[in-house]
């Protein structure tokens, strides 16, 4: 019986998720027969929480361990050198492009962008900057999203009933049958013809609710830079997801 169980690796664990903030971490069990406890580590992006399990320790025990652990993979995400807070001297791409957030003094008063020095500043008091900026790229994100969806709901030909921006992690946008769009905040973040893309691709399901043919025929009658787009939304997609709120 012993040198059958020695033959037969055991089965590997199912993997889970773990929600912290808004990110969605994968957990991933590994059987360990040398280990002695429960350890838990984040992976080098911060995008995996990697736990390894002892002989004899069940799925159901590891999977509470790491829920026990929440506020330690808290702290070390909100650390972790791949995430960028919305805090001075940090920098987040601007319609594609970096930009250094940075504190204008404690005096009240708009949020301006200094595009040939690519720099956000943001005036009022030190710890509302965050939030103002959040705010503030959320309100941006709104109207560069309405006037994409206006040009090519004319250029379609078809209406929309309201717009709405999201934190969505799963997707950049959507389009309900009664004709509403919703898209994702993020988008201030991605370079503008990607923006429109997804403008483009939303309200192209107001006359097609699926992806068919004639609903990419629709697409690219009136985005030519869809392709482009949609490739770079694979390769850098994730990475506005290090933006965090
Ligand atoms: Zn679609």
Redesign the pocket.
């Known amino acids: 019986m012993r040198r059958l169980e020695r033959l037969v690796a055991p089965k590997p664990l199912e993997p889970s998720t773990i929600l912290i903030g808004e990110q969605m971490l994968q957990v991933v069990f590994r059987r360990h027969a040398q280990a002695r406890r429960l350890v838990l580590r984040l992976s080098m992006h911060g995008t995996q929480v990697q736990v390894t399990v002892p002989k004899g320790v069940s799925r159901a025990r590891a999977l509470e361990f790491t829920e026990r652990s929440r506020s330690w993979i808290e702290t070390r995400i909100a650390h972790h050198g791949d995430n960028v807070l919305l805090q001075p001297g940090h920098r987040i791409p601007l319609r594609g492009v970096e930009h250094e957030i940075r504190h204008a003094g404690t005096r009240r008063g708009l949020i301006s962008v200094d595009s040939e020095a690519r720099v956000i500043l943001v005036p009022g008091e030190l710890p509302h900057v965050p939030r103002r900026v959040a705010d503030w790229l959320k309100a941006e994100a709104r109207s560069d999203l309405t006037a994409a969806t206006q040009r090519y709901a004319a250029l379609m030909d078809v209406r929309y009933a309201k717009i709405s921006i999201r934190d969505q992690r799963t997707r950049w946008g959507s389009?309900s049958a009664s004709g509403d769009l919703s898209y994702s905040w993020r988008l201030i973040l991605v370079p503008p013809h990607v923006l429109d893309y997804v403008a483009a691709?939303?309200v192209a399901?107001l006359k097609h609710l699926d992806?068919s043919p004639r609903?990419w025929r629709l697409v690219l009658t009136h985005c030519a830079a869809a392709s482009k787009a949609k490739a770079w939304l694979k390769t850098h997609g994730q990475t506005v997801h290090r933006v965090v709120i």
């Open positions: 389009c691709h939303e399901h992806h609903f």
